[in-house]
Every structure is written in structure tokens, then in C-alpha cells.
């Protein structure tokens, strides 16, 4: 009933579930950075055609208009960043690329301890001295 398998068991399903957890509140931060930014994009934009127009601020000039393009465009980039890259660079993304690694480096450990272990029964071997 209280055995030791079950509280393994317990243990990998909370930290699975914290792990999760993580995941989650990440993602909820980086929608509501996001948020932001687009609020403070249009609050932005706002103010610098008031200062441009009204204010009369480089009146000859209609700079707002590339401050804000180049505004949108790292607004674009950020927005690109949270909801399309993330789906595909994601935690999952991040966990089967560290699988893979750790598969290649321990194929590489094993290929060396085998050529180790050769090397090592060819030396205590003396019918290979010539």
C-alpha cells in the first residue's frame, strides 16, 4: 500500500506536473510582455504624432511615420517570437534536441570504450608480440 514504487511514481508525476507549471507561467509572461509592448506601441505612436503635428516638432519633417514603421517592425518580430517560433522552438523543441545529444555523446563514449577495451586485450594478449 505505502510502497516505495508508488512515491517514485508521485514524484515524477509532480515533477512533471511542476515542470508544466513552469512552462505555463513562462508562456503567460511572455504573452503579457507582449501586451505590453503593444500597448505602449499605440501610446508611442500616439505621442510622437502629437509631437510631430500639433506640437509642431521637426514640422518639415514627417518622421513619426519611420519611427513607427521601425516600431511595428520590432513589434512584428516579438509578436513572430511568442506565437510562431515558440511552437517550434519551444520546450519540446529544446527537450528532443538535448535527447539527441545525449544519444550521439553516449554512442561516442561507447565507440571509445570499445576501442579501449581492444586496445587494452591486444596489449595483455602476448601471442600479438612480435
Not at 508544466?20 to 513562462?26: D, F, H, I, R
Not at 521637426?58 to 511568442?82: D, P, R, Y
Not at 561516442?108 to 612480435?130: G, V, Y
Amino acid at each position: 500500500m505505502f510502497s516505495k514504487n508508488k512515491n517514485k511514481t508521485l514524484n515524477e508525476v509532480d515533477e512533471e506536473q511542476h515542470e508544466l507549471l513552469e512552462n505555463a507561467q513562462s508562456r503567460i509572461k511572455q504573452k503579457k510582455r507582449l501586451y505590453y509592448h503593444f500597448v505602449i506601441f499605440l501610446i508611442g505612436s500616439v505621442f510622437m504624432i502629437i509631437a510631430n503635428k500639433i506640437l509642431k516638432y521637426g514640422e518639415n519633417l514627417n518622421w513619426f511615420v519611420w519611427a513607427i514603421m521601425i516600431w511595428a517592425f520590432l513589434f512584428i518580430i516579438h509578436f513572430i517570437n511568442v506565437f510562431i517560433t515558440h511552437k517550434f522552438m519551444g520546450k519540446e523543441w529544446e527537450r528532443k534536441q538535448r535527447e539527441k545529444l545525449v544519444v550521439k555523446q553516449k554512442t561516442r563514449i561507447a565507440k571509445l570504450q570499445e576501442e579501449i577495451e581492444k586496445e587494452h586485450s591486444d596489449s595483455d594478449n602476448p601471442e600479438n608480440i612480435s
